[in-house]
Structure formats: structure tokens, C-alpha cells
């Protein structure tokens, strides 16, 4: 069973920056990819980020790449998610997810999600 916490949401104005953390209660966390979706009303989720089990390897959409920047501590059980230059547009509920070995960006391959994490940005 894992088990996945997010932080570190809130209230930022346009052109700031916020870090969010997601700690995961699961043994060999080491062996788990992880994952930043973000969803907002009326929309499916959609992938923001993701990471090898290592960290060696990582992937963002194309509307937050170069803003965004995702990193894991496995000594720690936990994965961040740095955003700079946030927009609006940003502006989302924000999840982690985990699955064995290796990330996918479509949602339906997480089994584990954390309850979400309020971001918004304002302009």
C-alpha cells in the first residue's frame, strides 16, 4: 500500500514561485516512478511532471517546461515539485502519483494518488 501527502499549495501572485512536497508512506519507495498531475473543474487531469526511481530521468509538459522543475530525495521518501514564473494558468489542484518502475504521463496508469494540493495563481 502507498500512501502519498502533498504540501506546500496556496495563494501566489503572477511571476512567483511556489515548491511542493509529497511524501509517500511505502516501502522501497526507491522502486516507484513518480508523478505531478494538476486538474481543474470540468477538466481531465493532466500530467505536469515525472521521475525515473532514480531521478536520473525526467519529463514535464510542454506548458511548464523550463518554469518547472521536479527532484526526489529516496533517503526521504519524497518528491518536490519547484514552479517559478507561475501564470493563471497554473492555477490547479495539484497531485502526486506513484507507480512501479516507470512514469507514464496518462493518468490511468497511477494506482496511488495523494489527495491534491490547491495551487492559485493570481494576475
Known amino acids: 500500500q502507498v500512501q502519498l501527502v502533498e504540501s506546500g499549495g496556496g495563494l501566489v501572485q503572477a511571476g512567483g514561485s511556489l515548491r511542493l512536497s509529497c511524501a509517500a508512506s511505502v516501502r522501497a519507495y526507491s522502486n516507484y516512478a513518480m508523478a505531478w498531475f494538476r486538474q481543474t473543474p470540468g477538466k481531465e487531469r493532466e500530467f505536469v511532471a515525472g521521475?525515473?526511481?532514480?531521478?536520473?530521468?525526467?519529463d514535464y509538459a510542454d506548458s511548464v517546461k523550463d518554469r518547472f522543475t521536479i527532484s526526489r530525495d529516496n533517503a526521504k521518501n519524497m518528491v518536490y515539485l519547484q514552479m517559478n514564473s507561475l501564470e493563471p494558468e497554473d492555477t490547479a489542484v495539484y497531485y502526486c502519483?506513484?507507480?512501479?518502475?516507470?512514469?507514464?504521463?496518462?493518468?490511468?496508469?497511477?494506482?496511488?494518488w495523494g489527495q491534491g494540493t490547491q495551487v492559485t495563481v493570481s494576475s
Open positions: 502519483a506513484a507507480r512501479l518502475y516507470a512514469y507514464r504521463s496518462s493518468p490511468n496508469n497511477y494506482a496511488y
Open positions: 521521475i525515473s526511481m532514480a531521478g536520473g530521468s525526467t
